[in-house]
């Protein structure tokens, strides 16, 4: 957690003992290579078209097929959250190209009536089964720490759909979102 610049931590704003408090301003973390398009073009469902595209020739040149899901636009609360996961983006997009990838968190300013289209990312339970999960409920529990509130304990399986979006921040967007709700967070 130590290495979230300042001017994204935003939690001791927004965490209470109930968890994140949200707003019409939701945050989606990404890597800097893929800013311009995304502020030319907008949010995308099922996001970052190269690292699909390099998994399905990866797949090909082995002799599997892949099939593409269409997964939502994944946003959180928090920026601090949003840094998290922009990280796993650049991280994972290291993997196959190279570059000077930095971390970038877009603030998503949704008017009312999409902004309650907005919904719990209940489907995180399998993601925080496995080791990147933990990863997260390891960082997540540091950001509750920093802010002296106990970390979530919550039963992914039995957790009620607002757990996922009050206490760990997760939220999705079943559309593509317009670049004119999108603003690059700067410090």
Request: glycine content about 6%.
């Amino acid at each position: 957690m130590t290495d979230t610049p300042d001017f994204l931590k935003d939690a001791r704003d927004l965490l209470t003992p109930q968890g994140f408090t949200t707003s019409s301003t939701w945050y989606h973390g990404t890597s800097s290579a893929l800013v311009d398009s995304i502020i030319e073009q907008g949010l995308k469902r099922s996001g970052d078209k190269a690292l699909k595209a390099a998994a399905k020739n990866t797949m090909a040149t082995i002799g599997n097929s892949y099939t593409e899901s269409i997964e939502p636009v994944f946003l959180t609360q928090s920026k601090e959250l949003a840094f998290y996961w922009a990280k796993q983006t650049v991280r994972n997009r290291s993997v196959r190209f190279q570059g000077d990838e930095q971390p970038t968190v877009l603030a998503v300013t949704l008017p009312e009536e999409l902004n309650a289209k907005v919904k719990p990312d209940v489907g995180a339970a399998s993601l925080l089964l496995v080791e990147e999960g933990e990863q997260f409920m390891a960082y997540l529990a540091g950001i509750y720490q920093a802010n002296n509130i106990a970390a979530p304990e919550i039963d992914l399986m039995k957790a009620d759909r607002l757990e996922y979006l009050n206490k760990l921040g997760m939220a999705y967007y079943d559309a593509d979102i317009n670049a004119s709700y999108l603003n690059v967070v700067t410090g």
